[in-house]
Structures are given as structure tokens and as C-alpha cells.
């Protein structure tokens, strides 16, 4: 069988906000990365904070928040001299809601209760927040 019967389709993965999806799960997909975002869940922390929790080399800590920076995962607040690093409000409510609607959701906008979904503090039971 050869691939001239396999034609490229315009699918809705194409779609930005497949793309961005697709970066939160590359970020949440590092076992590092995901420890930190663990951590920030609570309140919003300094990269000394962030370091002495994960028990890991200031530089290392600093590459990993960057990579979650850029995918829209965190962001920053200074702070007087210090750079705080919390979770941007709706990133982790747009993931829930796509996989606990079966990956229907790229196309349903973000509503104010998923944002504030992504600021409640969670028990461990509860891991999606669905309408």
C-alpha cells in the first residue's frame, strides 16, 4: 500500500486553539513541570519557594517555569525584588473541560465559572470541573 492514498485533511486539530491545547499538555507532560504546577495550586510563589519544594538546582527550577511561562501555564507578578509565578487563571479549566467532554470542547469558549474553576483550591477527588 502506498501513501498517495493518504491525503491530508483540514481537521479542527489544525485550529489555534488545538495548538494551545496540545502546549499545555506538553507542559503538564514533563513528571517536573507537573510537580511545580502541583505546587502553585495553592498560591502563587517565588522561584526560591518553588526550588527548596522540589529539591532541584535554581537553573533547572528556571528552565522549567520558562517552558510553562511560554505555553500559557503560568505567569508573573513582581513583587518588590521578587518575581512571583502563579497559575494563569482558565489554562487548566480549558484542559479539564476538553478530556471530561470527550475532546468536544475546542470550539466552546471559556466562560467566567471555568476561570474560576482554575483559582478554587481542589480536594484530591476531584480532578475535572464540568459544567
Do not use: C
Not at 60 to 88: D, F, I, Q
Not at 109 to 125: N, Q, V
Request: charged letters at 30%.
Amino acid at each position: 500500500m502506498g501513501n498517495e492514498s493518504m491525503t491530508r485533511l483540514e481537521t479542527p486539530a489544525d485550529s489555534e486553539r488545538s495548538r494551545e491545547l496540545a502546549d499545555l499538555f506538553w507542559a503538564l507532560g514533563d513528571p517536573f513541570r507537573l510537580s511545580i504546577v502541583e505546587f502553585l495550586r495553592t498560591a502563587p510563589r517565588t522561584v526560591t519557594e518553588i526550588t527548596e519544594h522540589v529539591h532541584a538546582p535554581q537553573p533547572n527550577v528556571s528552565r522549567h517555569l520558562k517552558a510553562l511561562r511560554e505555553r500559557g501555564v503560568l505567569e508573573t507578578s513582581r513583587k518588590g525584588k521578587w518575581v512571583h509565578y502563579s497559575l494563569r487563571p482558565g489554562a487548566m479549566s480549558r484542559m479539564a473541560r476538553w478530556i471530561g467532554q470527550g475532546g468536544t470542547a475546542l470550539r466552546a469558549p471559556l466562560t467566567t465559572r471555568d476561570a474560576a474553576a482554575d483559582r478554587a483550591p481542589r480536594d484530591e477527588k476531584a480532578i475535572l470541573f464540568i459544567d
